[in-house]
């Protein structure tokens, strides 16, 4: 069982920054966030496969969102900036132990964090 403990959300301005981190308790194999906006289905924004073995941007987010990680703090990182209105959603990590998906609603990713809500005013 993987614990996944996630921090820094908050609320900014259109066009501001917000940089979300997420520890993990123990080995994964992939790490994901997704977020989900009120009313709307969950959706894959970015992920990697531990050790830098690659990485999956959803196409509204590239060029202004970053997925990173350190492996010996077991944490991932998501630098996200030039926020828009669009962006606010509960934003959640996800990890799995194996067969990473991509670009889903979530379905296969066995372990979750509680969410942090990330909020951006116009």
């Known amino acids: 069982q993987v614990q996944l403990l996630e921090s820094g959300g908050g609320s900014v301005q259109a066009g501001g920054s917000l940089r979300l981190s997420c520890v993990a308790s123990?080995?994964?194999?992939?790490m994901s966030w997704f977020r989900q906006a009120p009313g709307k289905e969950r959706e894959q924004v970015a992920g990697t496969v531990t050790g830098g073995r690659g990485t999956y941007y959803e196409d509204s987010v590239k060029g202004r969102f970053t997925i990173s990680e350190d492996n010996d703090k077991r944490a991932l990182y998501l630098q996200m900036n030039s926020l828009k209105p669009e962006d606010t959603a509960i934003y959640y990590c996800?990890?799995?132990?194996?067969?990473?998906?991509?670009?889903?609603?979530?379905?296969?990713?066995?372990?979750w964090g509680q969410g942090t809500q990330v909020t951006v005013s116009s």
């Open positions: 996800a990890a799995v132990l194996r067969d990473c998906v991509w670009g889903g609603s979530g379905g296969g990713w066995s372990y």
């Open positions: 123990g080995y994964t194999y992939c």
